[in-house]
C-alpha cells in the first residue's frame, strides 16, 4: 500500500460576503501519494485555486485537516517552520503578479536559496544558472526583470523558483 504525502480531510472554506456566505470549499476530502501527480478538475469558481491557497496556509479552513507527511499543516504560513515552507512551494496562476518586477530573475531565483540553503554566493550562482538551464532559458536572462519576459518565460521563471530548494510537494495553481 502507498503513502500519502498529503491528505486532506473533510475540507471546508466559506467566505462571508455582502449576499450572504459563499461555501467556496465544502466538505472535500482526497489524497495524493508520494511520486503521485494529481489533477484537482473543475469548472471555474469550483474553489480549486482555494484548495491551493488552504494547502499552503494563505487561509485558514473553517474545518477540516490538512496533513502533510501525516502532520496536520491545517495553520496559518505565518505559524510554519521555514522547514515545511521549503518542503511545500507553489506556482501561481498569474506569473506576471507573483513576481516582483524591480527584481531581476537572479534576484527572484536567490531569494528561496538566502532563505533555505546554506550556500556560498558561487553555489547559489550555479544553482541559478542551473535553474535556467532546466527550464530552457540560458544566463542572459539573469538580469532582465519580469517586465522583460514574455509570459511563457515568467512562467517558467516562477516554475524555477519553486523547484529551487528542491521541495517535496508543490502546488501548481
Sequence with gaps: MKESILQIVHLKKYFPTNKGLVRAVDDVSFSIDY???????????????????????????????????GQDIAIPISKRSNTLKKFLQIVFQDPGSSLNPKSTVKDILEAPLLIHESLSKLERLKRIL????????????????????????????AIARAISTNPRFVVLD
Design 35 to 69: 511520486g503521485e501527480t494529481f489533477g484537482l478538475v473543475g469548472e471555474s469558481g469550483s474553489g480549486k485555486t482555494t484548495i491551493g491557497n488552504l494547502i499552503m496556509g494563505f487561509y485558514a479552513p473553517d474545518s477540516g485537516r490538512i496533513l502533510f507527511e
Design 130 to 157: 542551473g535553474l535556467l538551464n532546466y527550464i530552457g532559458l540560458n544566463e542572459d536572462y539573469l538580469f532582465k526583470k519580469p517586465t522583460e519576459l514574455g509570459g511563457g518565460e515568467k512562467q517558467l521563471v
